[in-house]
């Protein structure tokens, strides 16, 4: 069955953390966190699941790059972006549209955008 990779963006100035989750309104944050749950297992339950996690800021990157005599270890992402990836599900769904029906529920229970895009096959 095709896999989709769902991310979520965040504005690259806001580096949200683990930390700054914490200064949000308590209310609000546990509500967000039921939400993913509640997507988490209903993923799980329709057989759709296969990972998902949040990553740590850009800030925090170090790019490898390998392809020269020697390999450098850059400080910092690859690129530099206004946003970047916060956040991702790996899931299975039998075609786009319903990728997309799992897209809008995350969506929902992040209170996010959520791109979608279809990891490529392996060659035959």
Do not use: K
Request: net charge negative; charged share 20%; proline share 9%.
């Amino acid at each position: 069955m095709p896999q989709y990779f769902l991310t979520m963006p965040h504005d690259t100035a806001d580096e949200p953390t683990m930390e700054s989750m914490a200064e949000m309104d308590p209310a609000e944050l546990e509500a967000i966190i039921a939400a993913v749950d509640e997507l988490n297992t209903a993923l799980t339950e329709a057989g759709a699941w296969v990972t998902a996690g949040g990553l740590h800021p850009p800030s925090t990157a170090i790019t490898v790059d390998a392809t020269g005599d020697a390999p450098v270890h850059h400080p910092g992402p690859f690129v530099e972006a206004t946003q970047y990836v916060g956040g991702y599900w790996v899931i299975e769904a039998p075609d786009q549209q319903a990728a997309l029906g799992w897209a809008e529920r995350c969506s929902a229970a992040v209170q996010s955008r959520i791109e979608v895009r279809a990891l490529q096959e392996a060659p035959q």
